[in-house]
């Protein structure tokens, strides 16, 4: 039978070791002369041990007790008057967990940047009602109230305006890391109402959800304004210009859902009774200008009869672009225009349109240099003034489709000589992978717009190295 194995014996460590072994760091058999001392023919040497009388070890005691005790004292001190601190702190009122601190500078900073990139876009307040309100908020110091809530929202624009301007990312797994999340949240509460500033507080909530594609929340907002809008305007509410302001608004924003398929409110049965803004104290007359001109090329392309009126082009801007409002006009005015030479233009490719020969011939010119300045004015936009898109996600939708219609008309060999009159095949390629990058970044959910433009581009030729091409102009 196997016997157990025996326990290791412990090795033994020399507890005072010669001089040369503890110079060397070897071990020592604590012999006089030790082992390898003797091997190594050194002379061995042992220290001679320190004796500390009784009373030195005494007194060295006392002197360490003492200094402890007062460093336990000092400790002891700290420990009552931080008890003390917290105690005080404990009776005074805490703020709740959500709690925003509404700083004056943070306050005037973030509505500055609404100012600069939103409001010149949609200025649905003027710069004297917005005052007051900041007014309010900075004399209250919280979100208790409708007036204060608009304030809030405004600053959750003027956040996002900041992150992008400073590229600065968040963090999708926590929704209050998002640019302006904290003030939107506290505003939320204080949006149910029928009054003039909860539609706009609506409108500003659909502005802010639409800056992160939050679509179903952008759109409920967008139709909750649209709805109290048309109450008031079935009450015979006086037409002021904070309500009409607040109708071509919620009109201008609702055409965009609707390319997206999303019911309508039924706001726009209104538009013939609603006059275009005017003038008034507090908006720049360039931003009300652009904002009236907006409305009325829209509302002009949506009535237009395309067999009765072939529709000229009248470019709102059609010197360079100097600013962002002009910009956007160009970029609203062909978006436009295109969404409507787009039905006819789709006719022409199918060849189901009953049309002549001269009203195709100008159609397809007409139409397809909307469809290139839409495109073209999307990628200025969104390359040098990308603040100016308030929901990008549509635009870029629409931006797709645009370029899809474009790679159609390329593709039919008797319509692609139009085509090629006003750009060329190269630049045609360049604006394809301009349209899918810019797509695919304004959202994850546009990526079968991005397949379908690939799809097709690859049909063309055109993702191929140089396809054939016939001079044109870009």
């Not at 009776?91 to 601190?101: E, G, L, M, S, Y």
């Not at 307040?125 to 908020?137: A, C, H, Q």
């Not at 629409?398 to 319509?415: G, H």
Request: charged content about 20%; aromatic content about 6%; proline content about 6%.
């Amino acid at each position: 039978m196997l016997q157990p194995n025996p326990p290791p014996e412990k090795v033994h460590r020399a507890r005072v070791a010669c001089n040369e072994c503890r110079r060397l760091r070897r071990k020592c058999d604590e012999a006089s002369p030790c082992s390898a001392c003797i091997i190594n023919r050194t002379t061995c040497a042992y220290r001679e041990p320190r004796i500390v009388s009784p009373e030195a070890r005494l007194k060295n005691l006392i002197a360490t007790v003492a200094e402890q005790g007062k460093t336990i004292s000092a400790l002891t001190g700290r420990l009552h008057a931080l008890e003390e601190a917290a105690a005080s702190q404990a009776k005074q009122p805490q703020p709740p967990k959500d709690f925003v601190a509404f700083d004056t500078a943070v306050v005037h900073k973030l509505v500055n940047g609404y100012m600069k990139h939103i409001h010149i876009i949609h200025p649905i307040l003027s710069r004297s009602e917005i005052g007051r309100l900041v007014g309010i908020l900075l004399e209250n110091r919280s979100c208790a109230s409708i007036d204060t809530a608009l304030v809030c929202l405004m600053m959750a624009l003027g956040e996002v305006c900041e992150s992008r301007l400073s590229d600065r990312r968040h963090h999708e797994s926590s929704p209050m890391s998002t640019p302006g999340m904290p003030f939107f949240s506290k505003a939320v509460s204080q949006l149910p109402g029928n009054t003039i500033l909860h539609i706009q507080g609506n409108i500003l909530a659909a502005l802010y959800c639409a800056q992160f594609r939050m679509l179903p929340n952008s759109y409920g907002h967008l139709r909750t304004a649209s709805e109290w809008i048309q109450v008031h305007l079935q009450n015979g509410t006086r037409l002021d210009s904070a309500l009409i302001l607040a109708f071509w608004t919620c009109s201008q924003l609702e055409s965009e859902f609707l390319v997206l398929g999303y019911p309508s409110s039924g706001l726009s049965q209104y538009e013939d009774q609603v006059p275009p803004p005017e003038p008034q104290d507090g908006i720049q007359d360039e931003i009300l200008n652009h904002y009236i001109c907006d409305i009325v090329q829209s509302r002009k392309i949506r009535s237009s009869d395309m067999r009765d009126q072939l529709l000229e082009f009248n470019d709102p801007v059609s010197f360079p672009v100097t600013n962002i409002l002009q910009a956007r006009s160009r970029a609203t005015y062909h978006h436009t225009l295109a969404v409507v030479y787009c039905r006819v233009l789709r006719d022409i490719l199918n060849g189901s349109g009953n049309f002549s020969k001269g009203e195709i011939e100008k159609l397809l010119s007409d139409g397809t240099q909307a469809l290139v300045h839409s495109v073209t004015a999307f990628q200025l936009i969104v390359g040098k003034l990308k603040l100016v898109v308030t929901n990008v996600y549509i635009t870029a939708y629409m931006t797709s489709m645009n370029m899809m219609a474009l790679l159609e008309i390329y593709q039919n060999p008797d319509f692609r000589p139009i085509l090629l009159k006003f750009i060329s095949t190269g630049s045609i390629q360049i604006l394809l992978r301009q349209t899918a990058d810019l797509t695919q970044l304004a959202s994850p959910e546009l990526s079968e717009c991005v397949n379908n433009l690939t799809a097709l581009a690859q049909r063309t030729g055109l993702l191929h190295t140089t396809p054939p091409d016939t001079p044109g102009s870009d």
